[in-house]
């Protein structure tokens, strides 16, 4: 039975969406003045949390994920709705002071994103242990870091490494906010190191790292480039690009790169290459960026295989097929849950 701890936020989202173009309010020249208010056309609140997102998606996949963060006493339903959908929910931490965190997300009409954070009762998962929770589980095969409160992302990735779990490296939006130091400290033996294309730029302005430097930290390192797809590299190895398949429309991009990481661990867990661990990701992210929310899809293993297929050919279909049939649908409850 494969064993992966997820770790990081668990969040409440709200989802908002501007008809209009960001670009198209900024004026370069007062920059230092800047103060925009945006007239928006939609607000959905919807689960949410990169952690949390990323252990629904497991769930899906069959994977039975351990997630770990902190939350306030207001989780009680979104954690049954994790439970639902496959996920252990039994190591978070539930504050006695503070709510579950928030995110305020507003998108426009190109897909652009800007948005807010409250951390809330997120802050007490640097009083987390791990190995309490692994010795549990009877050992693990993966320790995903997500983004999360940057102290419990260092003392996770501190005790994986002092313990010997292997462990993925995934600063995400953390990155703006952590030094070259802390960064080193939360990539340095990863077995897979994800971000985007702007955070790679980012980890690799503040580090000075380029490449090689990277690669010889890491086991492998993963960017998601948006429409443009993803590449994975390891040492010494050919470079692995996959594009996503057609997404029927594009509702909202929150969530996508979430469930990207789980679809391609899932992959990487079920012993297949990096390009089907890659085409998983990407199909699972296609389903995302067609609902509003980050776990408002449906995943239904004959519709994903089907859709797989189509988009990467019936040969690299053969080689997940049998592990994604082997899952259970899903219906999720869609709407508000506040």
Known sequence: ???????????TDYLMVYPGRFA???VPEALEHLSLSFLVDDLAIRRGGAAANIAFNLGCLGLAPVLVGAVGADFAEYGRWLSVHGV?????????????????????ADQNQIASFYAGAMSESREIELTPIVDRMGGVDLVLVGPGDPAAMLRHTQECRERGY?????????????DADAIA????????LFTNAYERDLLE??????????????????????????????PAEPVVSVTPPHERLKADPTGVGDAFRAGFLAGAQWGVGDEQAAQLGCTLATLVI?????QEHEFEPETFMERFS???????????ADHVCACEPNSPTRGVFL
Do not use: N
Not at 169 to 176: F, G, H, T, V, Y
Not at 290 to 294: A, R
Not at 313 to 319: F, H, I, L
């Open 1 to 11: 039975m494969v064993s992966i701890v997820v770790t990081g936020s668990i969040a």
């Open 24 to 26: 198209e309010q900024i």
């Open 88 to 108: 252990d929910t039994s190591a978070v931490h539930i504050s006695q002071t503070r709510r579950t965190a928030r995110f305020h997300c507003t998108t426009d």
């Open 166 to 178: 292997p462990f993925a490296a995934d600063p995400s939006q953390q990155l703006s906010c952590l």
């Open 185 to 192: 400290q939360l990539v340095d033996g990863a077995s897979y």
């Open 205 to 234: 302005r503040k580090t000075g790292w380029g490449d090689a430097e990277i690669l010889a930290r890491v086991g492998a390192s993963v960017t998601t480039r948006g429409a443009k797809g993803v590449t994975v590299k390891r």
């Open 290 to 294: 067609e609902s509003v929310g980050t």
């Open 310 to 320: 189509e988009a990467y050919g019936p040969k690299s279909a053969a080689e997940v």
